[in-house]
């Protein structure tokens, strides 16, 4: 049984900045074969999201955080990293958004490999028929866009270092682990992949 009360409760913690602010102990979110849902952004629950899914018998509880919640009849701690018990099957295309085209392009300009002043540019302008989907749009900086205007790469005497792709929700996730949150708690280490240097 689901019991409200206890989420409702604030987070009993030895360290008051961190009681105050129950935002900072969200779950890890892993399906059902211990794979995050999503790298980029990292699937992340929060607490009050994770406790209701452990009432409901959704969720595995695989590491918890030393910080506890109290109810008048219990008290548990927050998890940290949970598993779905039932494996939720990834969609194979991601959605064609500003964000997911970033970052299919590694949040680089895919002329001159600058990473400021992001937009996007039509290959083909639409001008010329050019069509707003992933084979046709690909990321540049502002100054590469407006030095190419409406030609063609070809005729801008502009080279693309890729050519733009639909790619897969896998291979998305794949660039997403090449760019790790600036935090990640220790629990959540044994879970995550991520496109680092090994040490020696």
Known sequence: MFHPDLIERA??????DLARHPDSCPALVLNADYTPL?????SLWPWQTAIKAIFLDRVD??????????SPTIQ????????????VKPSEYPAFTRFNLFLRDRFHCQYCGSPHNLTFDHVVPRRL???????N???????????????????ANMRLMVQPIRPTSWQLQERG????????????????????????
Not at 11 to 16: A, N, S, Y
Not at 129 to 135: M, S, V
Request: aromatic share 14%.
């Open 177 to 200: 682990r090449a760019f790790p949150p600036n935090y990640l708690h220790e629990s959540w280490h044994d879970w995550l992949y991520w496109d680092v240097e090994l040490e020696a």
């Open 38 to 42: 999503s790298y980029y952004p990292l």
């Open 76 to 87: 548990m701690k927050i998890p940290s990293v949970i598993a779905l018990k039932q494996y």
């Open 61 to 70: 509880v695989i590491e918890t955080y030393e910080r506890e919640v109290h």
């Open 129 to 135: 028929g050019g069509k707003t989907t992933w084979q």
């Open 137 to 155: 749009v690909a990321t540049a900086c502002a100054p590469c866009n407006m030095r190419k205007g409406g030609r063609t790469p070809a005729q």
């Open 11 to 16: 987070v009993r913690d030895p360290q008051p």
